[in-house]
């Protein structure tokens, strides 16, 4: 298995855009985790997923963002319209829903708002 | 609501020095406590959990209920330690991660 595979890798876009990133998680794995990484608030969750379903979105700055998870095998996070405070790496990890868990992480995707 | 605090933000040791960098937390149940690490250019990955009681790279880290800690350590820091590590607690039913702000380590020649 390739583990968590995350694109595009960076994105640069100018403000008022739309954006989405895409999180293919690791086969078998039934629970999904976004991330945005920041110098100033480290590492926040914005969403979890378990079987495809949306459990936490507490994290979720503002209604400008959204995610969707249709299968297991795909996730998306959408920023519309994306602000300049937007500007951060995002990741995506899956973990198995069994005994303890570890979260394996895509490689990120690094967002700039222009 | 469970919490995961970092008080450094940064840390710089000698290489060959001691190296504990603090990670505290909040949860009124029995947490999951793991440290991640970040080295440069690569993906964030899981270094240790408290469950397993081992050492990792020359890492340990012991979870301490009474004062609610889980501080990593290694009597001898190296060079290729520096990284971002990421304290980071899981809610047994939630199964979901909340991570630390984090602590970016720097160990000098």
């Known amino acids: 298995d390739a583990g968590v595979i995350q694109s595009p890798r960076h994105e640069v876009t100018e403000m008022g855009q739309e954006v989405t990133l895409r999180c293919k998680p690791i086969?078998?794995?039934?629970?999904l985790f976004w991330y945005r990484q920041t110098m100033m608030r480290g590492l926040e969750l914005l969403i979890y997923f378990n079987n495809n379903v949306p459990i936490d979105d507490s994290g979720m700055p503002e209604d400008r963002f959204s995610a969707k998870m249709p299968n297991a095998s795909f996730s998306t996070l959408k920023i519309q319209p994306s602000e300049p405070r937007d500007s951060a790496v995002y990741f995506c990890?899956?973990?198995?829903?069994?005994?303890?868990?570890?979260?394996?992480f895509g490689q990120g995707t690094r967002l700039t708002v222009v | 609501a469970q919490r995961v605090t970092q008080p450094e933000k940064l840390l710089s040791v000698f290489k060959g020095a001691p190296v504990e960098l603090k990670c505290n937390y909040s949860y009124s149940g029995s947490p999951e406590l793991f440290w991640y690490v970040q080295y440069s250019r690569q993906r964030l990955q899981l270094l240790l959990r408290h469950i397993s009681r081992e050492s990792i790279k020359g890492f340990t880290a012991d979870l301490n209920k009474g004062e609610t800690s889980f501080h990593l350590k290694k009597p001898f820091a190296q060079e290729e330690d520096s990284a971002m590590y990421y304290c980071a607690l899981s809610s047994g039913s939630a199964r979901q991660l909340t991570f630390g702000s984090g602590t970016q380590l720097t160990v000098l020649p």
């Open positions: 086969s078998g794995h039934n629970s």
């Open positions: 990890a899956s973990s198995e829903d069994r005994g303890l868990t570890e979260a394996f």
